[in-house]
């Protein structure tokens, strides 16, 4: 999806740069701020359409803990750190907050998958980083670890991403002479789980 450039000014996590974000944003995200995707098992669970804040939050409540739930313009998986549904708000469905968000967990998936082919700083490698990057916000894993829980490897050279005169990045997947190994975890599969424990059960 296109993303207005103002929008990543105002809302974006400053770590990354502003073709990281809109590279990222326009691979795994939606045009509706209401977006939700909810996954069971191997099976995508068909949930009604929502048309105000409140409708979604309540579709979002219902699910989390059960399945794993995906929501606003950056697909953010919801229920990290949340022991309790009521803990959620409708902050993650206002775009702007959903891609402050989305893009502080993006960068330190992003970090993790850089520290693991070294920090290298070739710009031809950069690409295909992202790309794994971005699979592994898809799987929720990377190297069989969940990367929204693995600790942040801290900060690391972002601005190789973006060209001097501030072009977006090369293509994904240009020829490398470092080899990458993805993860096979399906997406249905990733660990975004909700401790749920002494909460009554919600209907699926």
């Known amino acids: 999806m296109p993303i207005d450039a103002d929008l990543i ?4 996590d400053p770590s990354l740069t502003p073709a990281i974000v809109e590279t ?29 804040p409140d409708e979604a939050l309540a579709t979002i409540r219902a699910h989390v803990g059960h399945a794993v739930v995906r ?10 750190g949340i022991k309790d549904p009521s803990e959620i708000s409708t902050d993650l469905l206002d775009a702007c907050s959903n891609l402050r968000q989305g893009t502080a967990l993006f960068g330190k998936v992003w970090r993790i ?17 992202l790309e794994d990057a971005i699979e592994a916000w898809k799987t929720g894993t990377f190297e069989g670890s969940s990367v929204f829980t693995t600790t942040d490897p801290g900060p690391s050279k972002l601005s190789k991403m973006e060209g001097e005169n501030g072009e977006a990045p090369p293509t994904a997947g240009e020829p490398s002479r470092m080899p990458t190994k993805k993860s096979t975890t399906l997406p249905n599969e990733a660990e975004i789980r909700v401790d749920l424990s002494g909460i009554g059960e919600h209907a699926p």
Do not use: E
């Not at 990222?24 to 068909?46: E, M, Q």
């Not at 998958?113 to 980083?129: C, E, F, K, R």
């Open 113 to 129: 998958v850089l520290d693991w082919y070294g920090n290298p700083t070739d710009d031809s490698v950069m690409p295909l980083v």
């Open 9 to 12: 000014h105002r809302c974006a």
């Open 24 to 52: 990222f944003v326009k691979t795994v995200g939606s045009t509706d701020p209401l977006s939700i995707t909810v996954r069971s098992g191997n099976r995508i669970v068909l949930v009604p359409a929502t048309k105000t």
């Open 71 to 80: 929501a606003g313009i950056t697909q953010y998986p919801v229920g990290i």
